[in-house]
T-cell receptor
Framework: GAVVSQHPSWVICKSGTSVKIECRSL??????MFWYRQFPKQSLMLMAT?????????EQGVEKDKFLINHASLTLSTLTVTSAHPEDSSFYIC?????????????FGQGTRLTVV | SQELEQSPQSLIVQEGKNLTINCTSS?????LYWYKQKYGEGLIFLMM?????EEKSHEKITAKLDEKKQQSSLHITASQPSHAGIYLC?????????????FGQGTTLQVKP
């Protein structure tokens, strides 16, 4: 299957600093990528849709100024958590859409564990 | 809004036993995904179902989507310790394959050797 790679796998940052997470499609081009967040022992919650060349679309309740998404190329989307606080500590995971019409599939990266201290 | 309900929430089985995990949607499913996740790791794609009555198998795992496209089941035959993990069903929120998914709460599977 298609490969989606996230970097870093884990990061620890101080409260108030910003952290950037990268999501790359390694062997295909992805015009659309998605960012999810998963708190301990909970399921994945969609945060935003990242669109190459245009603004991201955020889900209700997700602060767009806090979670900056940039999708500057067909193989890379970045999520920047600005002015991080301990409550932002979570597992962030991206996915990319592969295929067209009725043959699309969503492949996920390995995730990034963010700990804000 | 659409919701996915998984059952059971957790499951402990003896190695070699069969098991079934269910995923029920409040709305018609247009794309139903099954993933496996180990805690703190990414999601491993298992299968995707789209058509009512569709059934797919890979190794010892079989997934089915009912005719009404509102319920899916994941069946593992002769479970092994390597099957342990969290199983998530995800559904496309649109009426087509948008890739934008909502997820069930997950089913944690433990397999005792």
């Amino acid at each position: 299957g298609a490969v989606v790679s996230q970097h870093p796998s884990w990061v620890i940052c101080k409260s108030g600093t910003s952290v950037k997470i990268e999501c790359r499609s390694l062997d295909f081009q992805a015009t659309t990528m998605f960012w999810y967040r998963q708190f301990p022992k909970q399921s994945l919650m969609l945060m935003a849709t990242s669109n190459e060349g245009s603004k991201a679309t955020y889900e209700q309740g997700v602060e767009k100024d806090k979670f900056l998404i940039n999708h500057a190329s067909l193989t890379l989307s970045t999520l920047t958590v600005t002015s991080a606080h301990p409550e932002d500590s979570s597992f962030y995971i991206c996915s990319a859409l592969v295929g067209q019409l009725m043959n699309t599939e969503a492949f996920f990266g390995q995730g990034t564990r963010l700990t804000v201290v | 809004s659409q919701e996915l309900e998984q059952s059971p929430q957790s499951l402990i089985v003896q190695e070699g036993k069969n098991l079934t995990i269910n995923c029920t949607s409040s709305k018609t499913l247009y794309g139903l995904y099954w993933y496996k996740q180990k805690y703190g790791e990414g999601l491993i794609f298992l299968m995707m179902l789209q058509k009512g009555g569709e059934e797919k198998s890979h190794e010892k795992i079989t997934a089915k989507l009912d005719e009404k496209k509102q319920q899916s089941s994941l069946h593992i035959t002769a479970s092994q310790p390597s099957h342990a993990g969290i199983y998530l069903c995800g559904a496309d929120v649109g009426s087509g394959n948008t890739g934008k998914l909502i997820f069930g709460q997950g089913t944690t599977l433990q397999v005792k050797p």
